[in-house]
C-alpha cells in the first residue's frame, strides 16, 4: 500500500505538493504506470494524473496546464505539483499503481474559496 502525503488547507490560487514513496518497488519503480487520484466529497475516486515509463504523462482535462506529475526513480518517490488550486480540487488525493492495487492511506486536500 502507498501511502500519500503532503495535503492541507491551501486558498484558492495557492499551491501544494503531494508525495508518495514506493520504496517496495525497487528497481520496478521506474517502469511501472503510477498515478494520482482524487476523491472529492461525495463523489468517486477519479484518475487525475498518470506517468509511464518514458516519462510520459497524462493528465484529466480539469487539471491540464496546473497540475504536474513527476518521479524521482533514485528516491523511489512520485510527486504532484498542484498550482493554482480551486475550491474543485477539494478532496482525498491517493497515489497507486495502474491497474491500481491496495489502496494505502490518501491525504486531504481543501481548497477554500
Known amino acids: 500500500q502507498l501511502q500519500a502525503s503532503g495535503g492541507g488547507v491551501v486558498q484558492a490560487g495557492g499551491s501544494l505538493r503531494l508525495s508518495c514513496a514506493a520504496p517496495?518497488?525497487?528497481?520496478?519503480?521506474?517502469?511501472?504506470?503510477m498515478g494520482w487520484y482524487r476523491q472529492a466529497p461525495g463523489k468517486q475516486r477519479e484518475l487525475v494524473a498518470t506517468?509511464?515509463?518514458?516519462?510520459?504523462?497524462n493528465y484529466v482535462d480539469s487539471v491540464k496546464g496546473r497540475f504536474t506529475i513527476s518521479r524521482d526513480n533514485a528516491a523511489y518517490t512520485m510527486y504532484l505539483e498542484m498550482n493554482s488550486l480551486k475550491p474543485e480540487g477539494t478532496g482525498v488525493y491517493y497515489c497507486?499503481?495502474?491497474?491500481?492495487?491496495?489502496w494505502g492511506q490518501g491525504t486531504l486536500v481543501t481548497v477554500s474559496s
Open positions: 506517468i509511464e515509463k518514458g516519462d510520459i504523462r
Open positions: 497507486n499503481k495502474i491497474p491500481n492495487g491496495d
Open positions: 517496495a518497488y525497487g528497481a520496478m519503480f521506474s517502469l511501472r504506470m
